[in-house]
């Protein structure tokens, strides 16, 4: 079982950039697909971004496309998520999920039911 803790949260002007990371432990993250997900106040939880096991391919939302991206390193355990240009829509509690079903072929899922694991969340808060 891996425990996932997210960083990088904070107040932000809109047009600017910030850094989210999600940090593994409990087992090596190679073995997972992660997803980033996102809630705002008064909305239900949506979809922002996923990687595969082996990094090979990435999904997006339209909102956050060309705005946004998602890495990982397997040498730190840690996925992250570079988002630029953030808008004051962008602001919400961002998650991190992840799953250990899927292999190297396989697309990442978009739905939260297709993550089994997940953080506690990161505000992030776009002024504008």
């Known amino acids: 079982q891996v425990q996932l803790v997210e960083s990088g949260g904070v107040l932000v002007q809109a047009g600017g950039s910030l850094r989210l990371s999600c940090a593994a432990s409990?087992?090596?993250?190679?073995?997972?697909?992660v997803g980033w997900f996102r809630q705002a106040p008064g909305k239900e939880r949506e979809f922002v971004t996923a990687i595969n096991r082996n990094g090979g391919n990435r999904r997006y939302t339209d909102s956050v496309r060309g705005r946004f991206t998602i890495s990982r390193d397997s040498a730190k355990n840690v996925v992250s998520l570079q988002m630029s240009s953030l808008k004051p829509e962008d602001t919400a509690v961002y998650y991190c999920?992840?799953?250990?079903?899927?292999?190297?072929?396989?697309?990442?899922?978009?739905?939260?039911?297709?993550?089994?694991?997940w953080g506690q969340g990161t505000q992030v808060t776009v002024s504008s």
């Open positions: 999920a992840a799953d250990s079903r899927y292999s190297d072929y396989d697309i990442p899922p978009t739905v939260s039911d297709g993550y089994q694991y």
């Open positions: 409990g087992r090596s993250f190679t073995y997972y697909t």
